[in-house]
């Protein structure tokens, strides 16, 4: 059985506070008591619970973080960069996922009260920001990765959608296209928004104008980008590029075109967002704008621990840049 703090106080013959107080180390139980408890805990072989101390210390040195699911394709980039921060620090990592919705959110939030965490990273699954700006308003320091271009009022880590999507216009421009398909993300999200107003606009700086057929709006699935290509192909509509806003849908539109029998790059050139491992190893591989997602996973929990230390919240986003890298699905002139 194991042995606990009631155990610990009734060998020594003290109170349950004063054990407490011996194992964090507070002044104020004399020397002769102290050494007392310690032997007990010696002899008893009692092992506090790291978390229990760290409570009573006032923070159990473990930071939280909540994501929406763990499938997520860049997901293991941004948790990488998040543990290899805070486990540095000395700190540990509680992960929540919003699998079940409503009552995933609700267990969340009573680990919020329970005091299981110091501070939280959040990947936000969708609808939960109100919610967040809650427990952060009753005093919860939190830091956003965000990825839909929400602009909270507690700090975040962003990328430049805006400007990726400029400067994917920018190099199939350069390279003489000048019929692209856009396959965007759910528009109810900023970075589609963004992406697409930073491509758009490169275009028509450029003089050419993207109609509104040849936007179509994906959800960020290898299946909505294939069926953006199919869509089009049906219509008999031409087109020498796709810009897809996640590699994901770049894959499937650049395996569409060629079971189409249409060459990549010769006949159309694809570019995708994000830059994950798959992107290697498309045939061909696919060019694609970078973000930086295991940087800003350790910008989030540098913003995040440098809070708990004592620091002011940032003011404003952290804004890392975005990255175009050139591969075979979309090569330079």
């Given at each position: ?57 006032g923070r159990s040195r473990t930071v ?270």
């Amino acid at each position: 059985m194991r042995v606990t703090i009631a155990d610990v106080a009734r060998a020594a013959g003290v109170s349950k506070t004063t054990v407490s107080r011996v194992l964090n180390t507070k002044a104020e139980v004399d020397r002769a008591t102290a050494a007392r408890v310690r032997e007990v805990i010696d002899e008893l072989g009692y092992v506090p619970s790291s978390r229990a101390v760290g409570l009573a210390r006032g923070r159990s040195r473990t930071v939280g973080m909540l994501v929406p699911s763990l499938t997520w394709p860049w997901m293991g980039e941004v948790l990488q960069g998040v543990v290899d921060t805070v486990e540095a620090a000395g700190y540990g990592l509680l992960l929540f996922t919003c699998n079940r919705g409503v009552e995933s959110v609700e267990w969340f939030t009573g680990q919020v009260s329970a005091r299981a965490f110091d501070g939280l990273l959040v990947v936000e699954p969708e609808n939960t920001l109100a919610a967040i700006t809650l427990l952060h308003r009753k005093g919860l320091p939190a830091v956003l990765i965000d990825d839909r271009g929400h602009h909270p009022e507690f700090p975040s880590v962003v990328t430049t959608n805006h400007d990726g999507g400029a400067s994917a216009a920018r190099h199939l421009l350069v390279t003489g296209r000048t019929r692209p398909l856009v396959v965007t993300g759910p528009l109810r999200f900023g970075c589609a928004r963004e992406r697409l107003a930073g491509f758009r606009t490169t275009y028509a700086e450029h003089g050419v104008e993207i109609p509104s057929e040849m936007v179509i709006e994906g959800d960020f699935t290898e299946r909505s980008g294939s069926l953006a290509v199919q869509q089009l192909m049906r219509h008999g509509t031409g087109f020498d590029a796709v810009f897809a806003h996640n590699d994901l849908s770049a894959a499937g539109a650049l395996r569409a075109v060629r079971a189409a029998g249409r060459n990549v790059p010769d006949d159309v050139a694809v570019v995708g967002f994000d830059d994950i491992p798959m992107a290697r190893h498309t045939e061909p591989p696919l060019t694609t704008v970078r973000q930086p997602m295991r940087l800003m996973g350790e910008s989030a929990a540098r913003l995040l621990l440098e809070h708990l230390g004592g620091a002011p919240p940032a003011a404003g986003p952290t804004i890392l840049p975005t990255e175009l890298v050139v591969r075979r699905s979309a090569p330079g002139p």
